[in-house]
C-alpha cells in the first residue's frame, strides 16, 4: 500500500507571511492524484488543492500552491500571505487511479498568528 | 451541491455492543470510504468499496466490518465495541479523482 509522510507536525506562521508544508509519498504506481486537505475545528474536511501525477505543472489555488516533484515523490504546499482562517489541520493524500484507493499523512498542525 | 451524510455527529456506546456508523452520498459514486482518525496518527483507511456489495481491507480492518447493499449507503460495523475503538470516523466517497467527506462521527466507547 501507499505510505504518506508528513514530517512536521505542528506550525506556525505570522499572518501575511509564507509557509510551506511538506510531504513525501512512496509509490510504485505512475498514475496517481495527490492532495492537501484543510480541517479546521468544525472537522469537515476542505479540499485546498490537487495535482495529477500526469501533469508537470504544479497546480496553484490563489493563495495556495504544490511544489510537485514526481521523481523525488515530494509534495509540498505553499500557503502566501497567510490568514488567520488558514489556521488548521492539513492533510495531504494519495490517491491511486481506478478504484480511488486514498491514503493520507499524519497531518501538520498549522497556526497563523495575529 | 454534493453530499455525504453520516448519521450521527456524536455517538456514545458501551463495551461489548453492536454499533452501526451509517454512510449516504447522493453524488452515485462508486467508491466509497471509511477511515478513522487519531491524533498524531492522522486519517486511517478501514475499508473502501468500489462497488456494491465488493469490499477491500484497509490498513486497520481489524473490529470492523461493512456492508454496501446498495451504491449509495456504506455502512461501518463494530461487532462488539471496545474502548480502543473511541476516535472520529469519517466517510468518503469518491469518483474519479475527486472525494468528498462526510462531518465526522465522534465516537465514545465507555
Known amino acids: 500500500a501507499q505510505t504518506v509522510t508528513q514530517s512536521q507536525p505542528e506550525m506556525s506562521v505570522q499572518e501575511a507571511e509564507t509557509v510551506t508544508l511538506s510531504c513525501t509519498y512512496d509509490?510504485?504506481?505512475?498514475?496517481?492524484?495527490l492532495f492537501w486537505y484543510k480541517q479546521p475545528p468544525s472537522r469537515q474536511m476542505i479540499l485546498v488543492i490537487r495535482?495529477?501525477?500526469?501533469?508537470?505543472q504544479n497546480a496553484t489555488e490563489n493563495r495556495f500552491s504544490v511544489n510537485f516533484q514526481k521523481a523525488a515523490k515530494s509534495f509540498s504546499l505553499k500557503i502566501s500571505d497567510s490568514q488567520l482562517g488558514d489556521t488548521a489541520m492539513y492533510f495531504c493524500a494519495f490517491m491511486k487511479l481506478g478504484n480511488n484507493d486514498m491514503r493520507f499523512g499524519a497531518g501538520t498542525r498549522l497556526t497563523v498568528k495575529p | 451541491d454534493v453530499k455525504v451524510t453520516q448519521s450521527s455527529r456524536y455517538l456514545v456506546k458501551r463495551t461489548g455492543e453492536k454499533v452501526f456508523l451509517e454512510c449516504v452520498q447522493d453524488m452515485d459514486h462508486e467508491n466509497m470510504f471509511w477511515y478513522r482518525q487519531d491524533p498524531g496518527l492522522g486519517l486511517r483507511l478501514i475499508y473502501f468499496?468500489?462497488?456494491?456489495?465488493?469490499?477491500e481491507k484497509g490498513d486497520i480492518p481489524e473490529g470492523y466490518s461493512v456492508s454496501r447493499e446498495k451504491k449509495e449507503r456504506f455502512s461501518l460495523i463494530l461487532e462488539s465495541a471496545s474502548t480502543n475503538q473511541t476516535s472520529m470516523y469519517l466517510c468518503?466517497?469518491?469518483?474519479?479523482?475527486?472525494?468528498?467527506f462526510g462531518q465526522g462521527t465522534r465516537l465514545t466507547v465507555v
Open positions: 468518503a466517497s469518491s469518483l474519479r479523482g475527486n472525494a468528498f
Open positions: 509509490t510504485s504506481e505512475n498514475n496517481y492524484y
Open positions: 495535482q495529477e501525477a500526469y501533469k508537470q
Open positions: 468499496s468500489y462497488d456494491v456489495k465488493m469490499k
